[in-house]
């Protein structure tokens, strides 16, 4: 069984920098790719960033490009989400993923693993 945990979430002002860790336990993800989605409070959970197996390619939400960069370490089987120039509008719970398929939030619901999500709250 895949076990995906979040950490370094937390309260930052506007402008602020938050680092995201995602480790993953139970089986190589080497594989698959992995990334981030976000749910803030009355909205629907949505994509903000993937990187394929190889690392070669990412993808990003247009409204945090040039902001957020995720990279990922697949030796120690950790993706992270160095997230810069944050803003109010940034707050939620952020969901580690992981699926083989398309990066989509049905695909990893159905196919793939999520993790509890860490809180990051930015205070304008």
């Known amino acids: 069984q895949v076990q995906l945990v979040e950490s370094g979430g937390g309260l930052v002002q506007a402008g602020g920098s938050l680092r995201l860790s995602c480790a993953a336990s139970g089986r190589t993800l080497s594989t698959y790719t992995m990334g981030w989605f976000r749910q803030a409070p009355g909205k629907e959970r949505e994509f903000v960033a993937s990187?394929?197996?190889?690392?070669?390619?990412?993808d990003y939400i247009d409204s945090v490009k040039a902001r957020f960069t995720i990279s990922r370490d697949s030796a120690k089987s950790m993706v992270y989400l160095q997230m810069n120039s944050l803003k109010p509008e940034d707050t939620a719970v952020y969901y580690c993923a992981a699926t083989q398929g398309t990066f989509s939030w049905s695909e990893v619901s159905w196919n793939g693993y999520w993790g509890r999500g860490t809180q990051v709250t930015v205070s304008s």
């Open positions: 990187i394929y197996s190889s690392g070669g390619r990412t």
